[in-house]
């Protein structure tokens, strides 16, 4: 049987999704964690909930974990989709064509990564969500103004991977 090698035009989609999708978490997070808490509080001073200390101090256990975890789930989530597109550029076969996609969905990466930084900009200086928007470190590095320099810089390293096949050598598999 023969060893096909994996292109890029299969798995490059599902990058593009998974990024579109990472941007659209980053921006939905701040207002979930916002109205999360604000339940969380009705909770605690809820006579069902809130009468056993045991009861009222575990979900001052969950409120207090929701935050740094739907920040660390940002940022992980982000670095996989960069490394799985390093890894799509490793096992991809030079051919023009596969350059010529990738350098379109660079394209409109930075233009949807720029798009959704401003989105996430404003959503993030909205008067009832700023405080709770200030608490979000690793989004908040992510998805600053230099997020699309970042998307670029990594479709530029994954094009160079693809130009230094072009002399015939092999995948690494």
Known sequence: ???????????????????????IFAIIVIPISHVGDEIFDELKESDNFGRSNVSSQRISQVQNLMTPVFDQLVF?????????????????????????IFVLAII????????????????????????????????NAIMGKQFPIMIGFIGIISIIILLSKKGGAASPV
């Open 108 to 139: 409109f990466l930075v233009i949807i990564a720029g798009l959704f930084s401003n989105v996430y900009e404003q959503v993030s200086e909205t008067d009832d969500l700023q405080e709770k928007a200030s608490e979000f470190t690793f989004t």
């Open 76 to 100: 992980v989530i982000l670095i996989a989709i960069i490394l799985g597109s390093l890894v799509i550029a490793m096992f991809t076969e030079y051919h023009p064509v596969v350059i010529g």
């Open 1 to 23: 049987m023969k060893n096909k090698k994996a292109q890029a035009g299969t798995f490059l989609p599902f990058i593009l999704i998974g990024i579109i999708i990472i941007l």
